[in-house]
């Protein structure tokens, strides 16, 4: 670490910045996620990134920040099209979902999910990730602690909470990793796999049965996935850049706001335009594939954001398409970080998933360098639960 520091987005905290070295080592482990998960589409991405907008044939890639929030904020998107998110709703499930609304229908769906994810959502929530945290985060002190398990748990308690399931936490997130997986490969361009389509059929009506509405599914299949490739991620990052000494309470929504910045859990923002229009002084036509670069729109590639908080805010989208869960996202990479920290951990193993539909680790074991006599304490400290994990 050396003893620079930058403004943060949240408080008006300094986020703490990793002398170069460090940065540099966490950024080339974490790019191990891009490049054997997807690397002919991640190779095209970084040859294209000097661009703000590249077109190749009615596909137009948009890298420039200007350009990314114009799209998602003035042009207007065929929200049900084949190859973006909510034509994958439309197509695996009966419809209705806030992915493939549109219009009244779509702003009225947005408004009850924001309410429910509100800054008071937060407090409803931490109470059940900090009795998973404490039951969990002591492995460190007796071994290693599998973090992507435990970025599964927490994930699938945030989603059952959001979707009023009283399933198994575990149980829904792997139904909804394994429905988001099978609809990426359904997809994704080139050559699909055979049964593709079925399989993806089936994932999502198994995840569809857990739920006491059917509809809710998207939204499942959105918080956990986004939660199991982030979480890992920024804290491997925050274990090879050497940051675990400064982080604390007053500072971690911050830098959890900044881990995500930097590793982009969600890189790409497949749309299509409805109309035509122009980005970057480029035309943009009725019909074309919009590939918004959320990655370079954040400027994860670079060590230091944009000033502002439009860089910090790009991951999450932008105006009406912003994701409603980014104060959540935040606020519970923040309470990880906060466990996670007494321990110093660095990452003893790493193994890149090749089939999540996001770009992370099927495995990220962390083993502590140091045993705190004890840790420091969340903002509440609740008693572990009997059973913080099913069956």
């Known amino acids: 670490m050396n003893g620079n520091t930058r403004a943060g987005e949240q408080a008006g905290r300094a986020v703490p910045t990793p002398a170069p070295a460090a940065h540099r080592a966490a950024r080339r482990r974490d790019r191990r996620v891009y490049l054997r998960s997807h690397p002919l589409l991640f190779a095209l991405l970084a040859a294209t990134r000097r661009r703000p907008v590249a077109r190749l044939g009615r596909t137009v890639l948009v890298h420039d920040a200007e350009a990314y929030r114009t799209a998602l904020t003035r042009i207007p998107l065929d929200r049900t099209a084949p190859g973006t998110t909510g034509g994958a709703a439309a197509e695996l499930t009966s419809g209705g979902l806030l992915f493939d609304q549109d219009g009244a229908e779509h702003r009225a769906a947005r408004r009850a999910l924001a309410v429910e994810l509100d800054a008071s959502a937060v407090d409803r929530l931490r109470p059940s ?15 290693d602690l599998e973090l992507v398990d435990l970025s599964k748990e927490l994930a699938g308690i945030t989603a059952a909470a959001l979707t009023g399931t009283v399933v198994c936490p575990t149980t829904l997130a792997g139904a909804a990793t394994e429905a988001a997986a099978a609809a990426a490969r359904n997809h994704l361009p080139g050559p699909r796999p055979p049964g593709a389509a ?23 299949v959105a918080a956990v996935n986004t939660s199991v490739a982030a979480l890992p991620r920024a804290a491997a990052w925050c274990a090879d850049a050497g940051l675990w000494p400064s982080v604390d309470a007053p500072g971690a929504p911050a830098l ?58 790009a991951v999450f989208g932008a105006g009406p398409h912003a994701c409603p869960g980014a104060g959540v996202a935040r606020a519970l990479l923040a309470e990880l970080l906060l466990a996670l920290a007494p321990y110093r951990p660095v ?27 004890k840790a420091a304490p969340h903002p509440t400290d609740p008693r572990p639960t009997e059973e913080t994990r099913c069956g």
């Open 198 to 220: 079925r399989t993806a059929a089936a994932r999502a009506a198994e995840l569809a049965a857990l739920l006491p509405d059917p509809r809710d599914a998207m939204v499942a």
């Open 129 to 143: 990730w900090q009795a998973v945290l404490a039951a969990r985060i002591p492995e460190l002190a007796i071994g």
């Open 347 to 373: 990452v003893v193993r790493a193994r890149v998933d090749r089939r999540a539909a996001l770009p992370g680790w099927a495995e990220l074991t962390l083993r502590a360098t140091r045993t705190p006599a």
């Open 256 to 313: 959890a706001a900044e881990l995500l910045r930097l590793t982009a859990a969600s890189p790409l923002l497949p749309r299509v335009a409805a109309a035509d229009a122009v980005l970057a002084g480029r035309r943009v036509r009725a019909g074309d594939r919009l590939v918004l670069v959320a990655r370079h729109a954040a400027g994860a590639h670079r060590p230091t954001p944009s000033p502002g908080p439009a860089a910090t805010q």
